[in-house]
């Protein structure tokens, strides 16, 4: 078994990315660190090297406990690779997104400057730094 194995090829292996040239994209793309520095695809993954790889808002982070040169199932991974990604950037997947829709009727076509204008004056209304489960105390005094 080799003692190294190219960056693209060992995340590919370990099923952080579905392909190889996904896997490379990545790298190219400044998306994976080795050792907390972006690599280019055919950097060498060495055994107590930390791989971190950003896929959308998290960035994970992997300790090599194993070369791997091949794809494996799922199931031993982690025999090749220990997850230590912090909790906190798993919480970022499940972060609430705020999302704003305007309904519009079906056939209505684009909005007009006068819709448009209208949309954000009501987007530029929203308090977004208020708490909405905050307790208003208003109530209390009397």
Known sequence: MADSV???????AIRLYKTR????????GNKVQLNGAPVKASKPVKVGDT???RKG??????K?????EQRMGAQKVPEFA????????????H??????????????GRPTKKDRREMDAIWDGI????????DDDTDDEE
């Not at 040239?21 to 190219?28: L, R, W």
């Not at 972060?95 to 209505?108: I, K, L, N, Q, S």
Request: proline content about 5%; glycine content about 2%; hydrophobic content about 40%.
């Open 6 to 12: 190219r960056i693209d090829k060992y995340v590919w």
């Open 21 to 28: 040239s996904d896997a490379t994209e990545a790298c190219n």
């Open 51 to 53: 791989v971190s790889v």
């Open 57 to 62: 808002v998290a960035l994970y982070t992997f």
């Open 64 to 68: 090599v406990l194993q070369i791997a």
């Open 82 to 93: 220990e997850n230590l990604t912090p909790q906190s950037e798993l919480d970022k997947l």
């Open 95 to 108: 972060a609430p997104h705020e999302t704003f829709f305007v309904r519009r009727d079906r056939g209505a």
């Open 127 to 134: 308090d977004f730094s208020a708490d909405p489960f905050e």
